[in-house]
């Protein structure tokens, strides 16, 4: 810029500096508008993982619908109940219950799993009622091993606190939909 008492001019290398600075600009500019394009349809492959049960009954019925939203998608599907590394098995994301995260994982929670202990009144008949929650142990239980959860073992919380109480039965399963 050329500066006087009275007024400011820009100078010829000023002009040039303004020339790149508005093809800088206009090159920004169509670079976001490209991206924004490419985020805005989703397309190529993406590997999902999830555990059998909660894979089939929540996770299946929504790729459904995102397939259908997003044809140019390429989903690819997997159900297992065991740990998987998602980064040497080429997952990109997975679908789990639980609060076991590797800490190189970027993790959200997306909802609360609640689990509900019941008894028929035959069970209650002839076992009798628990009074506390330790009772549970002597008593023959079904028993589900999730994939990042020990097998037998039921995280509780009542008033009293949480409570992990090891438990047995005649039926255990690693899907819940067999128990």
């Given at each position: 810029?050329?500066?006087?008492?009275?007024?400011?001019?820009?100078?010829e290398e000023g002009e040039r500096i303004y020339e790149w600075a508005q093809r800088i600009l206009?090159?920004?500019?169509?670079?976001?508008?490209?991206?924004?394009?490419?985020?805005?349809?989703?397309?190529?492959?993406?590997?999902?993982?999830?555990?059998?049960?909660?894979?089939?009954?929540?996770?299946?019925?929504?790729?459904?619908?995102?397939?259908?939203?997003?044809?140019?998608?390429?989903?690819?599907?997997?159900?297992?109940?065991?740990?998987?590394?998602?980064?040497?098995?080429?997952?990109?994301?997975?679908?789990?219950?639980?609060?076991?995260?590797?800490?190189?994982?970027?993790?959200?929670?997306?909802?609360?799993?609640?689990?509900?202990?019941?008894?028929?009144?035959?069970?209650?008949?002839?076992?009798?009622?628990?009074?506390?929650?330790?009772?549970?142990?002597?008593?023959?239980?079904?028993?589900?091993?999730?994939?990042?959860?020990?097998?037998?073992?039921?995280?509780?919380?009542?008033?009293?606190?949480?409570?992990?109480?090891?438990?047995?039965?005649?039926?255990?399963?690693?899907?819940?939909?067999?128990?």
């Amino acid at each position: 810029l050329h500066r006087t008492t009275r007024r400011v001019t820009i100078t010829e290398e000023g002009e040039r500096i303004y020339e790149w600075a508005q093809r800088i600009l206009q090159d920004v500019g169509q670079m976001m508008d490209e991206l924004s394009d490419v985020r805005q349809v989703p397309q190529g492959m993406l590997r999902i993982i999830s555990s059998f049960g909660f894979g089939r009954q929540v996770v299946a019925p929504a790729l459904s619908a995102l397939a259908k939203a997003y044809p140019q998608l390429e989903l690819r599907f997997d159900v297992e109940d065991r740990l998987v590394d998602l980064v040497n098995e080429g997952v990109d994301l997975d679908i789990r219950i639980g609060d076991d995260i590797a800490p190189n994982l970027i993790a959200r929670k997306l909802a609360t799993n609640y689990r509900i202990l019941c008894a028929s009144p035959e069970f209650i008949a002839q076992h009798g009622a628990p009074k506390h929650l330790t009772d549970l142990s002597a008593l023959p239980c079904l028993v589900i091993k999730e994939r990042d959860h020990p097998f037998g073992v039921w995280q509780l919380r009542n008033k009293e606190g949480h409570h992990a109480i090891k438990v047995t039965g005649p039926l255990s399963s690693n899907h819940g939909e067999i128990v």
